[in-house]
T-cell receptor, first 116, second 110 residues
Framework: GAVVSQHPSRVICKSGTSVKIECRSL??????MFWYRQFPKQSLMLMAT?????????EQGVEKDKFLINHASLTLSTLTVTSAHPEDSSFYIC????????????FGPGTRLTVT | QKEVEQNSGPLSVPEGAIASLNCTYS??????FFWYRQYSGKSPELIMS????GDKEDGRFTAQLNKASQYVSLLIRDSQPSDSATYLC??????????FGTGTRLQVFP
């Protein structure tokens, strides 16, 4: 149990375009989802937290107009990177949490974004 | 500022040995503790959660929690080369978020 999927696993896009990443909880209802970013050999960096049906809460320094997060259902959250630039190239990972496991977060496999 | 401290390693152990990974934290109010394993280029995988003082065993893994001393550890018995990864300690404190340590890189050599 507690499986989280992400799509796509890899994406290459041109500078200035937008990219949407989907995160799905497959066998539980994710009341809360999280989006992280990780640069090579660095720690996970939390970008935002979203609760189903509510606006996402962004961490300090994360541009909410650039990283659009939607958590429209208990099984799906999306992250849209708008007007992507090469410095947005990174490994984006979602995680999800939901009952009956109150505090455990389960991670998706991640999406490797390359902006050319 | 809630902090989680881990030695970055690498911690090198021979195959078959016990690997001991340690984590200390600064906030006494921390309630839930987790160990994640992250292989290079992959996302973290939850391997253990522990909520109360003492030991919790799951297969070759044992998590140990001591809230008075503010540390949590992970023991891996009969270490295998496939255990070579970065191990992340994380804690949950009264918010939605997990606070992660920077991870300890474990190398198990044959």
């Amino acid at each position: 149990g507690a499986v989280v999927s992400q799509h796509p696993s890899r994406v290459i896009c041109k500078s200035g375009t937008s990219v949407k990443i989907e995160c799905r909880s497959l066998d539980f209802q994710a009341t809360t989802m999280f989006w992280y970013r990780q640069f090579p050999k660095q720690s996970l960096m939390l970008m935002a937290t979203s609760n189903e049906g509510s606006k996402a809460t962004y961490e300090q320094g994360v541009e909410k107009d650039k990283f659009l997060i939607n958590h429209a259902s208990l099984t799906l959250s999306t992250l849209t990177v708008t007007s992507a630039h090469p410095e947005d190239s990174s490994f984006y990972i979602c995680s999800a949490r939901g009952p009956p496991r109150a505090y455990e977060q389960y991670f998706g496999p991640g999406t490797r974004l390359t902006v050319t | 500022q809630k902090e989680v401290e881990q030695n970055s390693g690498p911690l090198s152990v021979p195959e078959g040995a016990i690997a001991s990974l340690n984590c200390t934290y600064s906030d006494r109010g921390s309630q839930s503790f987790f160990w994640y394993r992250q292989y290079s280029g992959k996302s973290p995988e939850l391997i253990m959660s522990i909520y109360s003082n003492g030991d919790k065993e799951d297969g070759r893994f044992t998590a140990q929690l001591n809230k008075a001393s503010q540390y949590v550890s992970l023991l891996i018995r009969d270490s295998q080369p496939s255990d070579s990864a970065t191990y992340l300690c994380a804690l949950h404190y009264n918010t939605d978020k997990l606070i992660f340590g920077t991870g300890t890189r474990l190398q198990v050599f044959p």
